[in-house]
């Protein structure tokens, strides 16, 4: 889960377009934030485990997070 992309030293590198994405389903008038955990999960931490089952991250290394195509996309970030 998410405690082990921390204990890999794994960074997720959000795009301002993901983060508007998320905002828009992840409030509700009447409940506030709360919709907004559901929201990460479905949209962005289900398909980044499904992600990294094929594209497994090193230690130290960066993921770029964005949302393209009505769906979030991720890239590892090149080491210099």
């Given at each position: 889960g998410r405690e082990g992309l921390v204990r890999g030293g794994v960074q997720v590198r959000?795009?301002?377009?993901?983060v508007e994405r998320l905002a828009s389903i992840g409030f509700d008038p009447r409940y506030g934030a709360r919709p907004l955990q559901r929201a990460l999960e479905r949209e962005v931490v289900a398909p980044l485990a499904r992600w990294l089952l094929t594209?497994?991250?090193g230690a130290g290394a960066t993921i770029h997070a964005d949302w393209r195509d009505g769906a979030c996309a991720f890239r590892q970030a090149k080491a210099f």
């Open positions: 959000w795009s301002e377009a993901l594209n497994p991250a």
